[in-house]
Nanobody, 119 residues
Framework: QVQLVESGGGSVQVGGSLNLSCVAS?????MGWFRQAPGQGREGIAA????????YYDASVKGRFTISRDDAKNTVYLQMNNLKPEDTAMYYC???????????????WGKGTLVTISS
């Protein structure tokens, strides 16, 4: 069992930045970030593979968000720049063995951190 704890959410204005963190209680090769806006489904936005550091990004965030990881700290980060109102959502960290942006490949989930973008 892997516990995941997210932090770093908050409220910022359009064009601002936030850096989310997720601390895991153990190592998993794939770490991902998902988000869920009110009334919407949970969507995968970024993922990173341990070792190769290969990354996956959804088109909606590519070029604005950067995922990274520090395996010595069992931590994955999501640097979010040029934030838009449509980025408002609950952001969840996920961990698994296989990797990608689909929910089904992840076995463990955090409880989320809220990001609100105001215009």
């Amino acid at each position: 069992q892997v516990q995941l704890v997210e932090s770093g959410g908050g409220s910022v204005q359009v064009g601002g930045s936030l850096n989310l963190s997720c601390v895991a209680s153990g190592y998993r090769s794939c770490m991902g970030w998902f988000r869920q806006a009110p009334g919407q489904g949970r969507e995968g936005i970024a993922a990173i593979v341990g070792g190769s550091l290969h990354t996956y990004y959804d088109a909606s965030v590519k070029g604005r968000f950067t995922i990274s990881r520090d395996d010595a700290k069992n931590t994955v980060y999501l640097q979010m720049n040029n934030l838009k109102p449509e980025d408002t959502a609950m952001y969840y960290c996920a961990a698994g063995v296989a990797c990608g942006l689909e929910r089904k490949v992840y076995m463990y989930w955090g409880k989320g951190t809220l990001v609100t973008i105001s215009s």
